[in-house]
């Protein structure tokens, strides 16, 4: 079982889309830059199980994303990411998301579209601090 | 031996073809779960012929067409036997009556097990599958599921239903290391199909046959074992027919 969590990550990412792992850099998205589907998101997780032993389901993404805040306060009526959900996302999740240019324009549902390699890595990271030990 | 060191779960095992399929999967080296929905004795027996075969086994209780069930059947397999490589989603039953005369209930149970189980089990297991990206699953259908056959409509449909699901599923799990088949029995005399080959001796099932004899329980389990095996490691998403040829034929194959 590795801990190094960016190479592991690189490495599902790179197994599960057919890419070689220079293509797969830290910035990239999952899903906008490099095409992952569903179906891939899934093989890549599960790839990270097996490397990492860190397991995050699927059907677990969306909520480690919102990092427990309600769905009434993380988001707007209108369907867009509160501030208050772009400040964690900013601090947490995406670093690379400027909550002050994104306010109010952030479809919850596109959240994912800037999931980065290297957010996937970071999150691994802090599952496996939250893991018991095996 | 194929299956050494291998694990495989066979639901509906205490009786005939399942039966065959727990024993022949033993016979090449396999661990195997033995299945079993109310036919205790019967599945014991299965236990212990394999067990005097030099074989490991164990029987696990439990209705596949209910899910939760079907969950604490594969936990209880992992749990005993130390792991899961092969599924076998055998348990099936049969209600023939002609559309007409049948009771909307006969559909549903039928489908409730036969598709049901398959459905249930293949989810319960498969993310099991996936961690270790390694794992073959062997639905058994029938070559009903592709032609038709007076009073086998809730039957056929259920076996259909298997059918399309084994293609979609062998789509959505090749990419995590499993594989998924289904094989298509023809006639073979077991106690669930003795309304069709007993009567008159089978003879007139047997002469719509080109091969001109029923199939034996061992002809399908051996199939089964070589698609549980390494040795069909390309092989995904395929139904294999063992009938005899019965479901090549058009009509009779020949002039009357």
């Known amino acids: 079982m590795t801990t190094d969590y960016r190479s592991a990550v690189q490495e599902a990412v790179a197994g599960a889309l057919g890419l070689g792992e220079d293509e797969v850099t830290p910035d990239a998205t999952l899903m906008d830059d490099l095409g992952a589907e569903s179906i891939d998101l899934l093989d890549i997780l599960f790839r990270i199980e097996r490397s990492t032993g860190v397991k995050i389901a699927a059907s677990d993404l969306g909520d480690e994303m919102q990092g427990g805040i309600p769905e009434d306060e993380f988001g707007t009526p209108e369907g867009n990411v509160s501030r208050k959900g772009l400040d964690y996302l900013h601090e947490v999740v995406m670093p690379q998301l400027d909550p002050d240019e994104w306010d109010g324009k952030l479809q919850a549902e596109e959240v994912i579209n800037h999931f980065t390699v290297q957010n996937l890595a970071d999150m691994v990271g802090r599952r496996a601090g939250q893991q018991q030990p095996a | 031996m194929t299956l050494e ?167 959505e799990l090749v990419r995590f290391g499993v594989r998924v088949n289904a094989v298509l029995p023809g006639f073979v005399p077991t106690e669930m199909v003795e309304g069709l080959t007993g009567k008159d001796g089978g003879k007139g099932v047997l002469k719509q046959i080109p091969m001109r004899s029923f199939g034996e329980v061992e002809d399908v389990a051996q199939l089964v074992v070589f698609l549980s095996g390494p040795q069909a490691k390309y092989v995904t998403g395929a139904l294999l027919p063992v009938d005899g040829g019965a479901s090549a034929v058009l009509g009779t194959g020949a002039p009357l």
């Not at chain 2, 459905?119 to 990206?133: D, I, L, S, V």
């Open chain 2, 5 to 171: 060191g291998r694990i495989a779960l066979v639901t509906g095992a205490s009786r005939g073809i399942g039966r065959g399929i727990a024993e022949a999967l033993a016979a090449e080296g396999a661990a195997v779960a033995v299945n079993y929905r109310s036919g205790e004795a019967q599945a014991r027996e299965v236990v212990d012929a394999i067990v005097s075969n030099g074989g490991r086994a164990v029987a696990v209780q439990g209705d596949v067409s209910e899910y939760a069930q079907a969950q604490r059947v594969i936990e209880q397999t992992i749990a005993e036997l130390g792991g899961l490589h092969v599924l076998v989603n055998n348990a099936g039953i049969a209600r023939d009556a002609l559309i007409y005369n049948m009771e909307p209930q006969d559909w549903l149970d039928v489908m409730r097990v036969n598709f049901g189980g398959v459905f249930n089990c293949t989810k319960a297991a498969m993310g099991h599958f996936m961690g270790q990206r390694e794992g073959s699953i062997v639905n058994i259908s029938s070559v009903m599921g592709q032609r038709g056959w007076m009073g086998e409509s809730n039957y056929s449909a259920s076996k259909g239903a298997v059918n399309a699901f084994t293609r979609c599923a062998a789509m």
